[in-house]
């Protein structure tokens, strides 16, 4: 692992690091001394292990803000998971809906051709009735 001699809180230090990790870890350094720099209306006015103390603390309290991110985007890819899957259940049941309309639909055009046939057929029972009719009463008179 190679080594870095960087400054932290005013103070130079030399440190090991993994080749992948060099950008991140330097991006962390720059964060750490602009904190550092943050604070510097306290520098002489209380210790350095107060100023870094507080540094801790507001690091400390951004880490668990990102947390409470982390698990509120959590819960809300779970919730939008449940509600997909009751959008697509939704849209089953929609589907499934209309091939029964259809099916109600083809059924009732059946029954409506027989329904006409019927009548139809009726139709012509009743002309042939009439037939008869007036054929007996032309053969009585």
Same mark, same amino acid.
């Given at each position: 692992m190679p080594d870095l001699e960087i400054t932290i809180f005013n103070k130079k230090i030399k440190l090991s690091y993994q080749d992948n990790e060099k950008e991140r870890f330097l991006q962390a350094v720059e964060s750490l001394n602009k904190n550092w720099n943050k604070f510097s209306i306290l520098h002489g006015k209380v210790s350095d292990n107060k100023i870094i103390t507080l540094i801790s603390l507001e690091l400390q309290d951004s880490l668990l803000s990102l947390e409470k991110i982390k698990n509120d985007v959590s819960t809300f890819e779970k919730k939008n998971k449940l509600l997909r899957k009751e959008i697509e259940d939704k849209n089953n049941e929609i589907d499934l809906n209309k091939e029964n309309f259809e +099916? /109600? +639909?083809?059924e009732l055009k /059946? +029954?409506?051709d027989e329904i006409y046939k019927t009548e139809k057929l009726l139709d012509n029972l009743y002309d042939e009735l009439i037939e008869i009719k007036n054929n007996f009463l032309t053969k009585k008179t």
């Open positions: +099916k /109600i +639909k083809s /059946i +029954k409506n």
